[in-house]
Nanobody
Framework: QVQLVESRGGLVQAGGSLRLSCTAS????????LGWFRQAPGKEREFVAA????????YYADSMKGRFTISRDNAKNAVYLQMNSLKPEDTAVYYC??????????????????WGQGTQVTVSS
């Protein structure tokens, strides 16, 4: 099992930037895909981005491409989400996740077995 703790999110104006981080403890960090998901009130959890253990593969949701960047530092057991050009519709609770399941794939929640507690990101217009 991997324990994940997200950094505090925050309130940012539209067009601004915010960087989320998530640190992990537990099993060998580099063996896992890491992902970011988000969930807005009344909506289902939505895939944001994912990165492979070696950082050689990344995935992004179409609406985040070009605005968000996922990265990881295995030496620090950390994963990051740099969010630029934020929009009010980016407002949500953001979750980091670690996984390597044989189900679904890195874009799907079922792929991930461990989740952080979530952090609120609010983008004002």
């Amino acid at each position: 099992q991997v324990q994940l703790v997200e950094s505090r999110g925050g309130l940012v104006q539209a067009g601004g930037s915010l960087r989320l981080s998530c640190t992990a403890s537990g099993r060998t960090f580099s063996n896992y895909f890491l992902g970011w998901f988000r969930q807005a009130p009344g909506k289902e959890r939505e895939f944001v981005a994912a990165i492979s253990g070696s950082s050689s593969i990344t995935y992004y949701a179409d609406s985040m491409k070009g605005r968000f960047t996922i990265s990881r530092d295995n030496a620090k057991n950390a994963v990051y989400l740099q969010m630029n050009s934020l929009k009010p519709e980016d407002t949500a609770v953001y979750y980091c996740a670690a996984g390597n399941a044989k189900l679904g794939g890195p874009r799907t929640p079922v792929f991930y077995g461990d989740w952080g507690q979530g952090t609120q990101v609010t983008v004002s217009s």
